[in-house]
């Protein structure tokens, strides 16, 4: 079948794409293998001076670049422009920090106190990254920019909505100064996967996308014994105690749920409110639902755009009339809206029983739930009572309350008095059912690398 992609604001397609046939995807494998030769033997310095090259080159397309994230996957231009705007600031991080990251570890040895011990950090090889549409950039450059800085090489399956994205992605790449090859576009099928994945070039893989993908390769890897990085779903919490500064809270926890129109791992998902503030959260937090501008995602003053696509608005529908047959009620929003695109009403929804199995679910969209706690005790209940494990975000100005949400949170990730977000200076990743490894950081960037232990007598 083609490759399409799809303007989610009007549902019309855009462009269409053949796969690649068995022939190509061979000679993309291949040449990624051979650009790994040549690039992990360049200069440190020559990495570098690429990666600063392809910050500029960002900076200098930076308005055409978010007008095609926002024509393939929907959201507002003014987000897509702040995502180029990480895109640059991850190159220029990781472009400074990587002789840092990279140097050896001296390690003392007091077994053999006149010779050296140190660890050294190589590369692996080619990695296969398996990639959402939901931030078409950001999401491989947060892989990819560490990647190519360690010395691997790359292999790009991006998700099918956003080829054109994918295909200027590596692009990119290419005009910085790389290797021809360090990060190849492979425009296939899903089920090509299994075969890219079981070649013997192919050393790891790392999926950003849903559990059931996640699962599938990952026990293919497991198989191959292949190194894996999952970065899978996510239902964070947002705790709200009663020291915590309302209109402040509030405006947070709008900007937390409708981020990419709640389409983001790391939306807030789930609102615990204190029982004693509640009533007061709701009231305002249904008011500034029912304000946002919702319409085309090209116009600057617009709040939320599409779901990515028709799919996504079913998957929504059917989830909250789950909602509603266990016994929540519907305070704002709920339905899909008329007219082409695919969009869907800003939504909050109280009552979810947590014997339902909706209460359990990750909803992808501008869908709210709110929960009553009576205490800390039982804020913390509700949260961790989730088999997902990426973000929270707590608020709260008592020192004890913080050290405990901070201590007791099942989350990869704990945000005190923010809301949850990717940072090219911080360990990314989630504990529990939201996958395992971390992306941005050292740890990010170790993970694809050799610690290789290095004992001179």
Same mark, same amino acid.
């Given at each position: 079948m083609p490759i399409q992609s799809?303007? *989610?604001?009007?549902?019309?397609?855009?462009?269409?794409?053949?796969?690649?046939?068995?022939?190509a995807l061979q000679a993309r494998i291949a040449?990624?293998? %051979?650009?790994?030769?040549?690039?992990?033997?360049? *200069?440190?310095?020559?990495?570098?001076?690429c990666m600063r090259k392809l910050a500029t080159l960002l900076e200098e397309e930076r308005d055409d670049l978010a007008?095609?994230?926002?024509?393939?996957?929907?959201?507002?231009?003014?987000?897509?422009?702040?995502?180029? %705007?990480?895109?640059?600031d991850c190159c220029r991080y990781y472009s400074a920090q990587a002789p840092r990251f990279l140097a050896p570890e001296v390690i003392r040895n007091e077994t053999a106190p006149n010779g050296q011990s140190y660890v050294q950090y190589d590369p692996l090889g080619v990695i296969l990254a398996i990639m959402p549409w939901n931030f078409p950039f950001w999401q491989v450059f947060r892989f990819a920019v560490p990647a190519l800085m360690a010395g691997n090489t790359c292999l790009l399956k991006h998700a099918p909505g956003v080829p054109q994205c994918a295909l200027r992605i590596e692009g990119l790449v290419r005009?910085?100064?790389?290797?021809?090859?360090?990060?190849?576009?492979?425009?296939?099928?899903?089920?090509?996967?299994?075969?890219?994945?079981? %070649?013997?070039?192919?050393?790891?893989?790392?999926?950003?996308?849903?559990?059931?993908?996640?699962?599938?390769v990952a026990a293919q890897a497991g198989w191959l014994l292949k190194k894996t990085v999952l970065e899978l779903g996510g239902s964070d919490p947002f705790i709200v105690m009663p020291s915590a500064r309302?209109?402040?809270?509030?405006?947070?926890?709008?900007?937390?749920?409708?981020v990419n129109a709640g389409q983001s791992c790391i939306a807030a998902k789930r609102f615990i409110v204190h029982n004693e503030i509640f009533g007061d959260?709701?009231?305002?937090?249904?008011?500034?639902?029912?304000?946002?501008?919702?319409?085309?995602?090209?116009?600057?003053?617009?709040e939320i755009g599409p779901l990515n696509s028709a799919e996504a608005v079913t998957k929504l529908e059917e989830q909250i009339r789950a909602c509603?047959?266990?016994?929540?009620?519907?305070?704002?929003?709920?339905?899909?809206?008329?007219?082409?695109?695919?969009?869907?009403? *800003?939504?909050?929804?109280?009552?979810?029983?947590?014997?339902?199995?909706?209460?359990?679910?990750?909803?992808?969209? *501008?869908?709210?739930?709110?929960?009553r706690a009576n205490d800390l005790a039982d804020a913390l209940a509700i949260a961790n009572d989730t088999p997902f494990g990426l973000g929270a975000s707590v608020w709260t100005e008592e020192p004890a309350e913080q050290q405990a949400l901070i201590n007791s949170i099942d989350a990869g990730m704990v945000f005190l008095n923010q809301i949850v977000a990717s940072n090219p200076r911080l360990p990314f990743g989630g504990v529990k059912r939201s996958g395992y490894g971390r992306e941005l950081g050292t740890a990010g960037m170790r993970e694809f690398m050799n610690a290789k232990t290095i004992v001179i007598a």
């Open positions: 799809i303007n *989610p604001n009007t549902g019309a397609v855009v462009r269409t794409f053949p796969p690649l046939t068995e022939e040449q990624c293998a %051979d650009a790994f030769e040549q690039h992990r033997r360049l *200069p440190l310095e020559h990495r570098s001076l007008r095609l994230i926002t024509l393939e996957m929907g959201k507002p231009i003014t987000a897509a422009e702040a995502e180029i %705007d990480k895109c640059v005009r910085a100064g790389f290797v021809r090859g360090a990060l190849a576009t492979l425009l296939v099928e899903v089920g090509a996967v299994e075969e890219v994945l079981n %070649d013997p070039r192919v050393v790891a893989v790392t999926v950003t996308g849903s559990e059931d993908a996640g699962r599938a309302m209109d402040q809270v509030v405006d947070a926890a709008v900007r937390a749920r409708i959260f709701q009231q305002r937090f249904v008011q500034s639902m029912e304000r946002l501008r919702i319409g085309d995602p090209m116009k600057r003053d617009v509603v047959a266990a016994g929540g009620r519907i305070l704002t929003g709920g339905t899909r809206m008329i007219g082409n695109g695919y969009f869907f009403e *800003p939504t909050v929804i109280v009552n979810v029983p947590r014997a339902a199995p909706v209460y359990r679910e990750e909803f992808f969209g *501008p869908v709210a739930l709110l929960f």
